[in-house]
């Protein structure tokens, strides 16, 4: 495993010994150690020619040699947009992660890669971090589809790429379409990891099935904000050539910067000779524009050291090999360098592997030389200078958008960044919270949902909406029935709504059934994407309380056969794992029910004391 310190080790003592660019049998000798390196070719033929023939092309690039856009334009573009309309292949609208894969991949920011992988790529990335082609790759670029997607397009062989507002941005001819082994791709890629982003994304998200096949560009996405800074490959390179840079240093800035962060840019590329272009990751996160205001509001970096711009790339948390792909992207962008973070990559075996894959592509690294601020000079001085300062890191920049900081020091955050990340992330008492019951028919939830309402009313303290599972039913979801997929629906449209209201700072309070699991926990990613926070109250009303109880005889029924799929009697409920709070009602007043989950809020900081 490349996680293995033991085998990397043996690994670098071989590529010490010869050139592995030069020299093929190095190169598997020390593969043959390495499970995840992104140097062991897919075939022998391979291990021969692709890996230097790859890394001559890239060097071989002048500045404005940028990767062909797959976009159509003039004829061929009209002809794409009347084979759609005449064909009629089905739809497929994108979400987040797979729009910003896709503009990477018809800019060429992804290039050697212009497709969604098929099976073969998949698989050789997965056991051998490069293409079958030869060239080394750390990550899947897959498109998932829906169980009811892959059986349209076992007829039309062709997939309609569209935006969440019916835009067509290309046509995906099928070349291959196989069933995804999640379980899988978690190991190789997120092996010890529990939180990842991209394991969230498998594990909830992604669909069953994934398509591989070649992309015909109609349109890049549509960007409303920061048009100015959203440059593809061809213009980056184009800007570089104009202000006359040979030597450019890649640094992909994802969360909010702070001043000791620019002294270290500073630093680093005063140190290396290189210019600086810093890249926004704004992917998948909904508040990157608050990044940029940031960004805009910190003083200026030396007069033409750098370049600021956004770039669409949607994270995967998978560590080193995130950084990998970053190498990619940037090379494919011009630069020449890519400048890391040594905390990110502290172990040898993660330095070790992005060191051999930068080299295969054609890329220099750069360590972040850090800096911190020394007091008694009033200057920021370099870490390992100073070991008697703590490191500044960007956990701190975390707790000021968290926690809601007053008191930032000027050295770490200008005040005017301080008082835009207060506006934006208020204390919690303030910001937008989903109350979301769940249980059994009779348990009690809409009665203590109804009563928490009057609590919120009472406060006065922000907008407040009850969602209630009949009162949905009958006017949201009017129409659906009780089968597994009608009731995930049902629980979806009541998330979106909530996480609607608690985008915009309210509190909505869910009573729903909401008898799986796994459609509760996309509830849960709904509300925080939208900023929002989240409760879970499982009220754990036995079914025998719940049965005895019978307020709308439903349970009558359910036991004489006169209710299909009724939840507890021939449905399964999905008891909650770790719900923020666990109730039992039984031998409890509402009034008592009501009070611990009032109590809850208070204590979390969701509702002023």
Same mark, same amino acid.
Request: include cysteine; charge should be positive; aromatic fraction near 8%.
């Given at each position: 495993?490349v996680?293995?310190?033991?085998?990397?080790?043996?690994?670098?003592?071989s590529?010490?010994?010869?050139?592995?660019?030069?020299n093929?049998?190095?190169l598997?000798?020390?593969?043959?150690?390495?499970?995840?390196?992104?140097?062991?070719?897919?075939r022998?033929?391979?291990?021969?020619?692709?890996?230097?023939?790859?890394?001559?092309?890239?060097?071989?690039?002048?500045?404005?040699?940028?990767?062909?856009?797959?976009?159509?334009?003039?004829?061929? #573009?009209?002809?794409?947009?009347?084979?759609?309309v005449?064909?009629?292949?089905p739809?497929?609208v994108?979400?987040?992660r797979?729009?910003?894969? &896709?503009?990477?991949?018809?800019?060429?920011?992804?290039?050697? &890669?212009?497709?969604?992988?098929?099976?073969?790529?998949?698989?050789?990335?997965l056991?051998?971090?490069?293409?079958?082609?030869?060239?080394?790759w750390?990550?899947?670029?897959?498109?998932?589809?829906?169980n009811?997607?892959?059986?349209?397009?076992?007829?039309?062989?062709?997939?309609? !790429?569209?935006?969440?507002?019916?835009?067509?941005?290309g046509?995906?001819?099928?070349?291959?379409?196989?069933?995804?082994?999640?379980?899988?791709?978690?190991?190789?890629?997120?092996?010890?990891?529990?939180?990842?982003r991209?394991?969230d994304?498998?594990?909830h998200?992604?669909?069953?099935?994934?398509v591989?096949?070649?992309?015909?560009?109609?349109?890049?996405?549509?960007?409303?904000?920061?048009?100015?800074?959203?440059?593809?490959?061809?213009?980056?390179?184009?800007?570089?050539?104009?202000l006359?840079?040979?030597?450019?240093?890649?640094?992909?800035?994802?969360?909010?910067?702070t001043?000791?962060?620019?002294?270290?840019?500073?630093?680093?590329?005063?140190?290396?000779?290189?210019?600086?272009?810093?890249?926004?990751?704004?992917?998948?996160?909904p508040d990157?524009?608050v990044?940029?205001?940031?960004?805009?509001?910190?003083?200026?970096?030396?007069?033409?050291?750098?370049t600021?711009?956004? !770039?669409? &790339?949607?994270?995967r948390?998978?560590?080193?090999?995130?950084?990998? #792909?970053?190498?990619?992207?940037?090379?494919?962008?011009?630069?020449?360098?890519?400048?890391?973070?040594?905390?990110?990559?502290?172990?040898?075996?993660?330095?070790?592997?992005?060191?051999?894959?930068?080299?295969?592509?054609?890329?220099?690294l750069?360590?972040?030389?850090?800096?911190?601020?020394?007091?008694?000079?009033?200057?920021?001085?370099?870490v390992?200078?100073?070991?008697?300062?703590?490191?500044?890191?960007?956990?701190?920049?975390?707790?000021?958008?968290h926690?809601?900081?007053?008191?930032?020091?000027?050295?770490?955050?200008?005040?005017?960044?301080?008082?835009?990340?207060?506006q934006?992330?208020?204390p919690?008492?303030?910001?937008g $919270?989903?109350?979301?019951?769940?249980?059994?028919?009779?348990?009690?939830?809409?009665?203590?949902?109804n009563? !928490?309402?009057?609590?919120?009313?009472?406060?006065?303290?922000?907008?407040?909406?009850?969602?209630?599972?009949? $009162?949905?039913?009958?006017?949201?979801?009017?129409? #659906?029935?009780?089968?597994?997929?009608?009731?995930?629906?049902?629980?979806?449209?009541?998330?979106?709504?909530?996480?609607?209201?608690?985008?915009?700072?309210?509190?909505?309070?869910?009573?729903?059934?909401?008898?799986?699991r796994?459609?509760?926990n996309?509830?849960?990613?709904?509300?925080?994407?939208?900023g929002?926070?989240?409760?879970?109250?499982?009220?754990?009303?036995?079914?025998?309380?719940c049965?005895?109880?019978?307020?709308?005889? &439903?349970?009558?029924?359910?036991?004489?056969?006169k209710?299909?799929?009724?939840?507890?009697?021939?449905?399964?409920?999905?008891?909650?794992?770790?719900?923020?709070?666990?109730?039992?009602?039984?031998g409890?007043?509402?009034?008592?029910?009501?009070?611990?989950?009032?109590?809850?809020?208070?204590?979390?900081?969701?509702?002023a004391?």
């Open positions: 495993s996680t293995s310190p033991s085998n990397l080790s043996r690994a670098a003592r590529l010490t010994s010869t050139c592995p660019h030069k093929p049998a190095a598997d000798r020390a593969n043959s150690k390495m499970s995840l390196s992104v140097l062991r070719p897919a022998a033929s391979a291990a021969r020619v692709s890996a230097a023939c790859f890394r001559r092309a890239l060097a071989g690039r002048s500045v404005t040699a940028a990767p062909p856009s797959l976009v159509a334009v003039g004829d061929a #573009l009209a002809a794409l947009k009347e084979e759609v005449t064909k009629l292949y739809d497929h994108l979400n987040q797979q729009e910003c894969d &896709l503009e990477l991949l018809m800019t060429g920011a992804f290039s050697p &890669l212009s497709t969604f992988m098929t099976k073969p790529q998949y698989d050789s990335v056991k051998h971090g490069r293409l079958p082609e030869g060239p080394a750390p990550l899947p670029v897959t498109l998932d589809v829906s009811e997607t892959a059986e349209k397009l076992k007829k039309s062989k062709k997939l309609s !790429l569209r935006d969440d507002e019916g835009r067509l941005l046509v995906l001819t099928a070349e291959d379409m196989w069933k995804v082994d999640k379980a899988a791709e978690m190991r190789h890629l997120y092996e010890g990891q529990t939180e990842a991209g394991l994304y498998l594990k998200k992604s669909g069953d099935w994934c591989g096949g070649h992309i015909q560009g109609a349109a890049l996405p549509v960007h409303y904000s920061h048009r100015a800074l959203r440059k593809s490959p061809k213009q980056l390179r184009q800007e570089f050539t104009n006359q840079w040979e030597k450019i240093a890649a640094y992909h800035s994802t969360t909010v910067m001043c000791p962060e620019q002294q270290s840019l500073i630093h680093t590329a005063q140190q290396a000779g290189v210019n600086l272009s810093i890249q926004g990751e704004v992917g998948t996160d990157y524009y990044r940029v205001k940031c960004f805009n509001q910190m003083p200026p970096f030396p007069r033409n050291m750098s600021f711009s956004l !770039l669409p &790339l949607a994270g948390g998978a560590g080193v090999r995130d950084h990998a #792909l970053r190498c990619v992207v940037g090379r494919n962008n011009g630069c020449t360098h890519y400048i890391y973070g040594p905390r990110e990559i502290a172990s040898g075996n993660k330095r070790l592997y992005l060191e051999m894959f930068a080299k295969e592509i054609g890329i220099d750069l360590p972040l030389q850090e800096m911190t601020y020394a007091e008694k000079t009033g200057k920021y001085v370099p390992d200078k100073r070991q008697d300062l703590p490191p500044v890191t960007l956990d701190v920049a975390r707790d000021v958008l926690r809601n900081c007053a008191c930032v020091p000027d050295w770490f955050l200008p005040q005017r960044v301080v008082q835009t990340l207060q934006r992330f208020p919690p008492s303030r910001q $919270v989903c109350v979301f019951f769940t249980g059994l028919s009779g348990s009690g939830k809409s009665t203590i949902g009563a !928490l309402y009057q609590h919120f009313l009472e406060a006065a303290t922000r907008p407040v909406i009850m969602l209630d599972g009949d $009162v949905v039913r009958h006017n949201l979801s009017k129409g #659906l029935g009780f089968s597994k997929s009608d009731r995930d629906l049902n629980i979806l449209r009541i998330g979106f709504v909530a996480s609607l209201i608690a985008k915009c700072g309210g509190a909505a309070i869910c009573a729903p059934i909401a008898p799986y796994s459609v509760r996309r509830v849960r990613d709904m509300v925080h994407e939208a929002g926070m989240f409760v879970e109250v499982h009220i754990a009303t036995s079914l025998d309380e049965e005895r109880r019978d307020t709308k005889g &439903l349970y009558a029924k359910a036991r004489q056969g209710l299909k799929n009724f939840t507890g009697i021939d449905d399964p409920y999905e008891i909650p794992e770790t719900p923020e709070l666990r109730i039992n009602t039984e409890k007043t509402v009034e008592d029910c009501t009070a611990a989950v009032w109590s809850f809020l208070k204590s979390k900081g969701y509702v004391e």
